[in-house]
């Protein structure tokens, strides 16, 4: 199994920054890629970036050129370096990781591993 910690968010005026961490522990050894995902009230849960063990990095097109996804593999961490900030990025934000394919009677499926989340508030 797979732990995620996120840290980071707050409240933050528009334009502002804010830096959101996510440590991973347990059988961080079956991780692929790594990253973020928001969920604002009312709507589903989206992808914001997220990075390969190799990486490769892909960001949502409403964050491209604000925001960075970087990752420490050796501390098994992956960061959101988040600038500009509008009040429509207020949501709360999950660090995802991907691991090793399992199998159920439903079929076969990549494991999907979620921290807590950590509210992220932009607002004057």
């Known amino acids: 199994q797979v732990q995620l910690v996120e840290s980071g968010g707050g409240l933050v005026q528009p334009g502002g920054s804010l830096r959101l961490s996510c440590a991973a522990s347990g059988s961080t050894g079956s991780i692929d890629a790594m990253g973020w995902y928001r969920q604002a009230p009312g709507k589903q849960r989206e992808l914001v970036a997220d990075?390969?063990?190799?990486?490769?990095?892909k960001y949502a097109d409403s964050v491209k050129g604000r925001f960075t996804i970087s990752r420490d593999s050796a501390k098994n961490t992956v960061y959101l370096q988040m600038n500009s900030l509008k009040p429509e990025d207020t949501a709360v934000y999950y660090c995802n990781a991907d691991g090793g394919v399992t199998s159920d009677d439903d079929g076969w499926y990549v494991m999907k591993y979620w921290g807590k989340g950590t509210l992220v508030t932009v607002s004057s």
């Open positions: 990075i390969t063990g190799g990486g490769m990095i």
